[in-house]
């Protein structure tokens, strides 16, 4: 049985997550097991203090929108590549 090149099923994963899907449980099914969780982390809101599981650098070229219900600086500085920002109730 032919398989697909690597390459094509990461871009196929990727489409998947990028969708506007609503459950949001599939998506990042998807992105962790197909190891595309950077797609996952794109857009981002924090409702409450996060604990990070991811490495030092991470967010900061991965975090494209972030939502926070504060001014976190620390938070801001992680995620230092964002390009667009809101604040949330």
Known sequence: MPSLPRELG???V???V????????VKLKLSLSSRV???FYESI????SPTNLKPAGFFATTVKSLSLPALDKRILAACAGAQTFAFVP
């Open 18 to 25: 990028r969708t506007n899907h609503p459950d949001a449980i």
């Open 14 to 16: 990727e489409v998947a």
């Open 45 to 48: 809101t924090i409702k409450s």
């Open 10 to 12: 990461r871009e196929i």
């Open 37 to 39: 969780d950077k797609v």
